[in-house]
């Protein structure tokens, strides 16, 4: 159901509200360049330093602006059930054509709460429903076995795996079928997925170079897997720049220097220290962004 190369975009705020004018720039630029889906208030999107009023309303420009071009998959987790299942509710409504649902974090849940917390919510509302599987964020890694069984719940269709384990994902995609969308969290893991059968990326790089990554995505799905294996080998250092701090730490800070946002963060995310800023700073000019 949802494959290619997908952007978890950032959000941008000026003077501490969002900066919808530049948020609609910003995903207008993605589909221009070729991304196939727009994630909003995921972690790239700082989804847990937004109140309710704001998520809510982050959803509803990104469907407003998109217009059906390609998928908008929302980002409605929470360590909440039932919170979860408010915001999932709330998109499904505001006409997103997805829910990306993070593990529940902080409260650590056994794998049998893990998957009673996912089958209440799709049981509850109709929307396709991914689940995003990122245990160094929150405590608890959802194992194979596990997504298999809520693969078997007719709307959950896919999981975003950000384990950094391609045994994992190997396992995920034995285990759940073809018809199940295995998709990378991690930017760097996207060519080895692809190679194994998965079907791309919920990407933070995206945000920054766009086209390259479609380019990836593309040209790994024609059969080019020369120019797929080059464009992956140019965008590691940049990858690496992209995460030298937590996310989406540099990555705002990287469209910033683009002109693109002003490079606002909420506490406790702070700016990047001097050191770092330069060394990503110096990968920006290395590949092109920026003089």
Not at 95 to 119: F, I, K, M, S
Not at 161 to 189: P, T
């Amino acid at each position: 159901m949802f494959g290619g190369a997908i952007v978890a975009i950032v959000t941008p705020f000026r003077n501490g509200l969002v900066d919808e004018d530049a948020f609609r720039r910003l995903i207008e630029e993605q589909i221009a360049a070729g991304t196939d889906g727009i994630v909003p208030c995921g972690t790239t999107g700082e989804s847990t330093t937004l109140s309710h009023e704001e998520h809510d309303r982050v959803i509803e420009i990104a469907v407003d602006a998109v217009k059906k071009r390609v998928p908008v998959i929302a980002g409605t987790g929470s360590n909440s059930t039932a919170e979860a299942l408010r915001l999932t509710s709330h998109a499904w409504e505001a006409g997103a054509d997805g829910a990306l649902l993070v593990c529940p974090y902080y409260n650590r849940p056994t794998q049998e709460g893990l998957y009673l917390h996912y089958r209440t919510v799709a049981e509850k509302v109709p929307i396709p429903i991914i689940v995003y599987n990122i245990p160094g964020r929150t405590g608890t890694n959802m194992l194979p076995e596990t997504l298999a069984r809520l693969a078997k719940i007719p709307n959950i269709v896919g999981v975003k795996e950000a384990a950094g384990s391609i045994k994992q994902m190997s396992d995920q995609i034995q285990l759940c079928g073809a018809d199940f969308d295995v998709l990378s969290g991690d930017d760097i893991f996207t060519l080895p997925l692809l190679a194994l059968g998965g079907k791309g990326i919920i990407s933070v790089i995206s945000n920054v170079v766009p086209g390259d990554m479609a380019g990836l995505v593309d040209a790994f799905a024609a059969g080019d897997l020369e120019k797929a294996r080059a464009l992956h080998f140019r965008m590691s250092p940049l990858i690496d720049a992209i995460f030298i701090e937590t996310n989406p730490i540099p990555v705002k800070a990287a469209l910033a220097m683009m002109g693109k946002i002003d490079g606002e963060l909420r506490l406790p995310l702070c700016p990047m220290t001097e050191k770092n800023e330069a060394v990503l700073k110096k990968a920006m000019q290395e590949y092109g962004l920026i003089g």
